[in-house]
């Protein structure tokens, strides 16, 4: 079975600009977690969705959204791009939205903001 | 204090080994623990979950989890050097955090032939 999708891969862009990244969820996954990873650090949770609405918020400025689709697809959006924006976007996806539910992670995007 | 802290490293040991990775939490309400195992330019891969006190065991792998003590540990028998990467310890909190994983720092493992 096919694991977690993630694109692109690899970005670059300019401070200012904006960003769209995807995620597909392992099939049959109804819930989408989304996490920026610095280096050297663990990762850090932005948001969770289940069912097209959003289940949980981390401490992420509003410059940061993110919706879910039909098919549990998800987009993770960042507006006004900074240099601190730098770093790896990872997917997680689990069937269910409870504290029990494995998570399992997509091979992330590298962004890097110039 | 940090929510989820790990002992500190990198840590190294020989092959054959037991390596020890361990991991204190502040959430006394804490549902579910993870270990995350990354490699270098690689995504987190989950390897172990627990729920429960006590020891579960999953080929070379066992995770402790002692709530009490507010602490789960990783233990890898037979340590090989495959084996080095950054190990990831990851709790969930539950209630209205349902999806939210708050991990540590990570600790490094080095396995020498």
């Known amino acids: 079975d096919a694991g977690v999708t993630q694109s692109p891969t690899h970005l670059i862009k300019t401070r200012g600009q904006h960003v769209t990244l995807r995620c597909s969820p392992i099939?049959?996954?109804?819930?989408v977690s989304w996490y920026q990873q610095v280096l050297g650090q663990g990762p850090q949770f932005i948001f969770q969705?289940?069912?097209?609405?959003?289940?949980g918020r981390g401490n992420f400025p509003d410059r940061f959204s993110a919706r879910q689709f039909p098919n549990y697809s998800s987009e993770l959006n960042v507006n006004a791009l900074l240099l601190g924006d730098s770093a790896l976007y990872l997917c997680?996806?689990?069937?269910?939205?409870?504290?029990?539910?494995?998570?399992?992670f997509g091979p992330g995007t590298r962004l890097t903001v110039t | 204090q940090k929510e989820v802290e790990q002992n500190s490293g990198p840590l190294s040991v020989p092959e054959g080994a037991i390596a020890s990775l361990n991991c204190t939490y502040s959430?006394?309400?804490?549902?579910?623990f993870f270990w995350y195992r990354q490699y270098s330019g690689k995504s987190p891969e989950l390897i172990m979950s627990?729920?429960?006190?006590g020891d579960k065991e999953d080929g070379r792998f066992t995770a402790q989890l002692n709530k009490a003590s507010q602490y789960v540990s990783l233990l890898i028998r037979d340590s090989q050097p495959s084996d080095s990467a950054t190990y990831l310890c990851?709790?969930?909190?539950?209630?209205?955090?349902?999806?939210?994983?708050?991990f540590g720092q990570g600790t490094i493992l080095t396995v020498h032939p």
């Open positions: 997680a996806s689990s069937f269910s939205r409870g504290a029990a539910y494995e998570q399992y």
């Open positions: 099939s049959g996954h109804k819930s």
């Open positions: 969705y289940y069912e097209k609405e959003e289940r």
């Open positions: 959430d006394r309400g804490s549902q579910s």
């Open positions: 627990i729920y429960s006190n």
């Open positions: 990851a709790v969930n909190a539950g209630g209205t955090s349902y999806g939210k994983l708050t």
